[in-house]
Each structure stands twice: as structure tokens, then as C-alpha cells.
């Protein structure tokens, strides 16, 4: 039996997990969690095979952090992305962060089910829909370091945004003011040359700000 463990913070989606991997009888479902911090504190008293695991959670520890985390705290257990996102700089960060697998939340069932086997098995699972060969290359990428023409500060701003944090969460995050907040994207807006939000956030993915 593989003992799965979801990480979501919609309750729904979650639910609606679960209810579908309740039809493979060699799974089961140990546990819910809302955020990388509850899976952890989780983890330290009932280890799981597979964690499914959501990148975008504005009011916790986010996807790629948590992944970095039990890897290194519990380095057997498997964990694949399970995200809306299907832009290469997400999949560049599953990578690094050492995600076993990654897929769509619009994937099908048997898709979740066929992630979880694989990387159970010790196997990668990336259905992203992008060429074998791109895939391949993005492996090959992983741990070098890129040239960055932001401060650390403003990198951890603009990956908060890119996952969907607003300003007051992002001062609740870093513990400063919302006003503090504005000023630093204004200074990243000036210094990329950028004018909305909306090209933040692709400048941001294209340049993998994400860290």
C-alpha cells in the first residue's frame, strides 16, 4: 500500500483528491495538509511514500520550499508538484528543489495515479507538455547559478508575486510594512523598466526570479 499524504491550501481540491485516489485500492490517503509547515510537522510523527504537493500557498510555507525541506529532512519519501502552473521557470524550480515529479491540476485521474507509481518506484515523472529533449535540457541545467540583477531582498519580492502573494502578505512574510512593500516593486518596476504587474510576473518566469 503507497501511503499518500496532499499538501493544498483549497479544501475543495484537496477533497476532490483524495475522493479520486479512492478508487485505486493500492493507495491510501494518510493525511491533509494546508500548507509545508503542517505536512512537516506531519511527517515527524507518520511518514508518507508520496507527498502531492501544491507550489502557490500564500499563507504558508510555499510548495518549493517544503519540497526542499522534507527532501532534506526525510530524503526517502517522493513528492510530486501537483500545480496550475506549466511555465519552464516553475519546472526549472520543481527541478532544483529536487521534485520528483510534477504535473497539472486539469491532468487526469489515471495521470495523478501514474505520477504517484512512477516516482514510488524511484522513477521521474514531469508531464508538462513540453518536448522530451526540453525536459531533458532542464535536468541537465539543474544547480547552476544565473547572473541576477536584483538584491536578494527584491528576488524574494518578485517570487512572492510570481506565487501569488499580494503586498500585504508579502510584508506579513518578510515582517515589514505593506509601504515598504510598494517601494521595493516600485524600484524593481524602474530597474527592469516594467510597467505593470503583468510583465513582473513574466519577466520574473522567464528570468527564473523564482528561488
Known amino acids: 500500500m503507497i501511503k499518500v499524504f496532499l499538501v493544498d491550501d483549497h479544501v475543495l481540491i484537496r477533497k476532490g483528491i483524495a475522493l479520486l485516489l479512492e478508487n485505486y485500492q493500492d493507495l491510501e490517503v494518510i493525511g491533509e495538509a494546508n500548507d509545508g509547515e503542517e505536512c512537516l510537522h506531519f511527517l515527524y510523527e507518520q511518514e508518507a511514500d508520496v507527498v502531492l504537493m501544491d507550489i502557490s500557498i500564500p499563507k504558508g510555507i510555499d510548495g518549493f520550499t517544503a519540497t526542499r525541506k522534507i527532501k532534506k529532512e526525510f530524503p526517502k519519501i517522493k513528492i510530486v508538484m501537483l500545480t496550475m502552473h506549466n511555465e519552464i521557470a516553475y519546472i526549472q524550480k520543481a527541478i532544483e528543489s529536487n521534485a520528483d ?7 487526469q485521474a489515471n495521470q495523478v495515479y501514474k505520477a504517484i507509481q512512477a516516482v514510488y518506484s524511484g522513477r521521474k515523472y514531469y508531464d508538462v507538455g513540453i518536448p522530451k529533449e526540453q525536459l531533458e535540457k532542464l535536468f541537465k ?13 527584491e528576488q524574494e519580492i518578485v517570487r512572492l508575486t510570481i506565487l501569488g502573494y499580494t503586498n500585504l502578505q508579502i510584508a506579513d512574510k518578510l515582517f515589514i510594512s505593506c509601504k515598504t512593500v ?9 530597474k527592469l523598466e516594467l510597467k505593470t504587474k503583468a510583465e513582473l510576473i513574466q519577466y520574473g518566469i522567464t528570468n527564473k526570479y523564482i528561488v
Open 182 to 190: 510598494e517601494n521595493h516593486k516600485a524600484n524593481i518596476m524602474q
Open 141 to 153: 541545467k539543474k544547480g547552476k547559478n544565473k547572473k541576477d540583477v536584483l538584491s536578494s531582498r
Open 101 to 107: 515529479g510534477y504535473i497539472l491540476k486539469n491532468s
